[in-house]
């Protein structure tokens, strides 16, 4: 929905009298001496410069400006998938809700080191790019503890200790770098830089390396990497 010239002009008034009052003139009002009637004038298209609006058509235009507004503004709220969830007794959710808004907004990208034991209590490994899973999963199913977070084989890199299956995948936000001497690496798809998981080496320019101290997992490493976008 666009907004005309003749809408613009409606919005400038908070109500179809102000409307009417900016149509009359100061020599309107001296022969006239009644604004009442003066409004009359001008709505009957007496006075005023061009087209004037009925009552019923200024609101209407207000309401379609108003609804404008709304649809513009809803367009802006971003609802977080934690929002209103308690989550400070669970370390790795607590520690995910606290990054989830900027992640969303890319300003943080975050790699999730999990390694824990499936449903079929085989032991299993993996990273994953929390940005790429966050608009694939209903993340608000892991905040309310409907679904347990544990890495997939679709994964940036996941490894079954059980039966050895190995994968590593690009995301959204990552590329997988094998490297024989430091070993997995990933890098930023954003700004190009490489984030290093190896925890005997630095993480990298912009990056750093957080152990969860948790309960609800064997092992949980997070890394962050403030992005920097390419010019």
């Known amino acids: 929905m666009e907004l005309d010239a003749k809408s613009l002009e409606v919005d400038k008034y908070e109500t179809y ?26 709505e009957l298209g007496y006075r005023g410069t061009g087209e004037t609006f009925k009552r019923e058509e200024f609101e209407r235009r207000k309401k379609e400006i108003e609804q404008i507004r709304r649809d513009a503004l809803s367009k802006n709220i971003q609802v977080l998938a934690s929002s209103g969830i308690e989550t400070k007794n ?26 824990d034991k499936n449903a079929n209590g085989q032991e299993i490994s993996g990273y994953i790019d929390y940005g790429d899973r ?26 079954n200790w059980s039966t050895q299956l190995s994968t590593s995948n690009p995301s959204k936000y990552f590329q997988v770098i094998a490297d024989s001497d430091i070993g997995l690496l990933f890098k930023s798809k954003r700004d190009r830089k490489i984030v290093c998981v190896d925890p005997n080496s630095e993480c990298g320019d912009n990056s750093s390396r957080t152990e969860l101290k948790t309960t609800e997992y064997a092992q949980v490493v997070i890394y962050d990497h403030v992005t920097r976008r390419k010019s």
């Open 17 to 42: 009298e102000d409307y009417l009052d900016s149509q009359i003139s100061g020599k309107d009002m001296y022969y006239l001496q009644d604004q009442s009637l003066a409004r009359q004038l001008v």
């Open 90 to 115: 669970f370390p790795l959710l607590h520690a995910l809700a606290e990054r989830e808004k900027k992640v969303r907004d890319g300003k943080l990208a975050t790699i999730v080191f999990i390694r």
């Open 134 to 159: 966050l608009e694939m999963d209903d993340f608000k199913m892991y905040f309310e503890h409907k679904k347990r977070l544990l890495p997939r084989s679709s994964d940036l890199s996941f490894y």
